[in-house]
């Protein structure tokens, strides 16, 4: 392009040639997400993408969006912007697997008021990443430059996702009945939920980012922008072996409101808080913040960032197939009547 017939826009805020310069620097990088079925390359005005369903008697489609939110707002305070891609993905590649879709390709929005090469490169590589780990190709993208939209160093992201599943696998909880138990899968931290809250507590705790965060070896920054862990692969085998019922990604609103998505109305979810494992972080967060587990489990995923509903008898199969894929789980609880005395549909044991 004429660097003299763009001038005029540059004039203005938006520099054409530096987004040029950042679709020549991706190419390569959003090359190494396709899969077969990708028929078009980037800079297309839309993406191609030929799924293949054969054996498929029923296929659906499956999709989802989300963003990464005022984790970002931390991405930016810390200057680290290679992990975030990561989350972008996993919300949205988390939720359709909910329903048992495998996730087909996804796009991203990326927003901001001057655009930064460097950094939306680290970006990008992140969301491409995300891709990788959840066999996902990213098909397509915008980088939209919008001055007076952000503040000058600020971005922000958006991500939309497409999966495919057969009519008779898909997962959506109606075969859930009392007796059936809930086995929970680690998060990574604090994933890409409550961050208004986390970075409320940070700030009001004095503490810097290099410091090395109590009970780990990694500093602050490391722990709080610690990427969302991706389900997809780990669930795969799983979901070709198992009965699974109803599938619960543990994201804003924690335990409360989360679980009930995915619960007949004449069943409530039973756990048996203590059951797992929790991360140092919330601890640390419970502790700053003078918050209860309740109030805990009502924000954060709490140290359980999927979860799963089955049969009891194909409980320790499912959880010894996580331990062989290095994924830790535990049985956290069950499945019980719901009664006319139950205000909740989550009944949490402390």
Known sequence: ????????????????????????????????????????DIGSFGGLFRPNIAGMKDPILVAST???????????EFN???????????????????QGAEPLFFLDYYACSKLDVAKAQQVI??????CRQSACTLLGGETAEMPGMYADEDYDLAGFCVGLVDNESL????????????IGIQSSGVHSNGYSLVRKI?????????????????????????????????????????????????????FYDNIPRV???????????????????FNWLKEQGGLSWAEMLQIFNSGIGYILILDKEYAQKTLDMLAGVNMKAWQ??????????????????F
């Open 1 to 40: 392009m004429s660097s003299s017939r763009s001038q005029v826009y540059t004039n203005a805020g938006v520099n054409i040639e530096a987004g040029n310069d950042l679709v020549s620097k991706i190419k390569s990088i959003v090359a190494t997400t396709h899969t077969r079925g990708v028929l078009s």
């Open 202 to 254: 940070f700030a009001q705790s004095g503490a810097k980012k290099d410091d090395i965060f109590p009970g780990t070896d990694k500093t602050f920054a490391e722990v709080l922008l610690e990427p969302t862990i991706i389900y997809v692969e780990c669930l795969k085998s799983v979901m070709r072996e198992v009965e699974i019922k109803g599938m619960v990604h543990v994201t804003g609103g924690g």
């Open 66 to 76: 989300d963003g990464v939110g005022t984790k970002l707002k931390l991405a930016f």
């Open 263 to 281: 619960l007949p109305q004449s069943v409530k979810a039973v756990i048996d808080f203590g059951s797992w494992d929790i991360p140092p972080v």
């Open 125 to 130: 590589a992140g969301i491409a990443e995300g």
């Open 80 to 98: 680290k912007h290679d992990t975030v891609g990561i989350d972008l993905v996993a919300m949205s590649v988390n939720d359709i697997l909910v």
């Open 171 to 182: 997962v959506d909880g109606s075969e859930i009945k009392s007796g059936d138990v809930i």
């Open 332 to 349: 956290i609880g069950s499945i019980a009547i719901k009664t006319d005395s139950d205000a909740e549909a989550v009944q949490i044991n």
